[in-house]
T-cell receptor, first 113, second 112 residues
Framework: EAGVAQSPRYKIIEKRQSVAFWCNPI?????LYWYQQILGQGPKLLIQ????????DSQLPKDRFSAERLKGVDSTLKIQPAKLEDSAVYLC???????????FGPGTRLLVL | KQEVTQIPAALSVPEGENLVLNCSFT??????LQWFRQDPGKGLTSLLL?????REQTSGRLNASLDKSSGRSTLYIAASQPGDSATYLC???????????FGSGTKLNVKP
């Protein structure tokens, strides 16, 4: 069974630029999560989808971050414009249904200069 | 808001040693607590999940305990091996649909 796929694996941008990350969850998984993990900290949930609907986006900085899961399968997370403090690893996870075991992708490491 | 703390932040031990990783949380009204392993450049892998009604869970050389009243959990690793080197994270949930609250992790290095 293929795991959660994420791309790109690494990205370096300058502040005020835009960036987008892509996630393809495990086939059949209805729930998709985006986490931000700053160096030395645990992951923090940014947004959680159930199919193509948002369940929780309370910790998403909506002035600069956006995410979508239009067809209830893969998802994109966008930052526009990026700030230095956005440097982090962005992890995507999926689960069969809400509340079930989450399977994590390898993450996208973002460096904002 | 739940605060999860893991001490120490880093730990280096010789191979074969038994060790304990600590996790504490401020809100005892948890649904479950989960221990994860994170390898460099990789995502998180679930190791053990303890429901709030349980006291401990075991998997191979790993044993996790939970004391809700004191807001503490420990992960015991027996006979450590170099392959155990990774960052270990604990996370709690208030209910089965609530978000995870993660600690900042303990980076373990097991020396051959």
């Amino acid at each position: 069974e293929a795991g959660v796929a994420q791309s790109p694996r690494y990205k370096i941008i300058e502040k005020r630029q835009s960036v987008a990350f892509w996630c393809n969850p495990i086939s059949g998984h209805a729930t998709l999560y985006w986490y931000q993990q700053i160096l030395g900290q645990g992951p923090k949930l940014l947004i959680q989808f159930q199919n193509n609907g948002v369940v929780d986006d309370s910790q998403l900085p909506k002035d600069r971050f956006s995410a979508e899961r239009l067809k209830g399968v893969d998802s994109t997370l966008k930052i526009q414009p990026a700030k230095l403090e956005d440097s982090a690893v962005y992890l995507c996870a999926s689960s069969l249904i809400l509340g079930e075991t989450q399977y994590f992708g390898p993450g996208t490491r973002l460096l904002v200069l | 808001k739940q605060e999860v703390t893991q001490i120490p932040a880093a730990l280096s031990v010789p191979e074969g040693e038994n060790l304990v990783l600590n996790c504490s949380f401020t809100d005892s009204a948890i649904y479950n607590l989960q221990w994860f392993r994170q390898d460099p450049g990789k995502g998180l892998t679930s190791l053990l999940l303890i429901q709030s009604s349980q006291r401990e869970q075991t998997s191979g050389r790993l044993n996790a305990s939970l004391d809700k009243s004191s807001g503490r959990s420990t992960l015991y690793i027996a006979a450590s091996q170099p392959g155990d080197s990774a960052t270990y994270l604990c996370a709690t949930r208030r209910d089965n649909f609530n978000k995870f609250y993660f600690g900042s992790g303990t980076k373990l290095n097991v020396k051959p």
